[in-house]
């Protein structure tokens, strides 16, 4: 059974949909309105994912598992929000980014290129993650930092203020970088394909139920 359907209301003119619920759900109830997109293949219909007030989810991005998008957030181009993530605020997530597992981003964030944002990680402020780079395990990133290239950011680290992380070879672990000046190479890590990753979350069935 479907759990929502498009109503036939556009978004300023755009091809956009108004979606509603058809059964409960997680927080969401049947005929409660959602956000806006384009095609079923924006958001899935299986498990608890929703779009919720102005958010926007639109060409060939995907919302899929227990992923949420809320406020006036936007996922676009071949943009992915999967797993128990949440993408709110007037963040924005396009290009080839991928937001999945536990991580949050918000604010005026934006995730984008090929940038993947995972584990329990943190993205807000006006930050910009793009390029190759890679943040995951218990990092946050905010404020205006920028990571980029083929930079990982990782472990406990915390990246703010006007602190750059990039080069093909930076890696950042266990590290507070909050000041105005960038963080240059140490080891390179592997990389690791998109499908490859698409498999390996496949796999990780979150248990996380509860909504922030």
């Known amino acids: 059974m479907k759990k929502y359907e498009m109503l036939g ?15 409960d759900f997680s927080t969401v109830k049947a005929g409660d309105l959602g956000g806006w997109i384009e ?3 924006n958001l899935s219909h299986y498990h608890d994912c929703w779009v919720y007030d102005d958010a ?14 809320c406020d006036k957030a936007t996922v676009s ?37 090929n940038a993947w944002i995972f584990g329990n990680s943190r993205v807000f402020g006006d930050t910009r993650i793009y390029g190759n780079a890679r943040v995951y395990e218990n ?12 930079a990982r950011v990782f472990g406990e680290s915390r990246v703010r203020n006007n602190t750059s992380v990039y080069d093909s070879t ?29 498999r390996a979350v496949k796999k990780v069935v979150s248990s996380r139920k509860e909504k922030k």
């Open 9 to 23: 209301v556009k978004a300023r003119g755009r091809g956009l949909y108004r979606i509603r619920a058809l059964k």
């Open 39 to 41: 095609k079923e293949e």
């Open 56 to 69: 926007m989810v639109t060409e060939n991005a995907r919302v899929f598992e227990d992923a949420c998008v």
């Open 77 to 113: 181009g071949n943009g992915w929000v999967s797993g128990s993530a949440w993408v709110f605020g007037n963040a924005a997530v396009f290009g080839e980014g991928w937001v999945y597992e536990k991580s949050d981003v918000f604010g005026n964030a934006k995730v984008y290129q």
């Open 139 to 150: 990092a946050f990133i905010y404020e205006n930092a920028k990571v980029y290239k083929n």
């Open 170 to 198: 930076t890696e950042v672990a266990e590290a507070w970088a909050s000041s105005k000046r960038s963080v240059m190479p140490a080891p390179k890590l592997g990389t690791v394909s998109r499908e490859a990753s698409k």
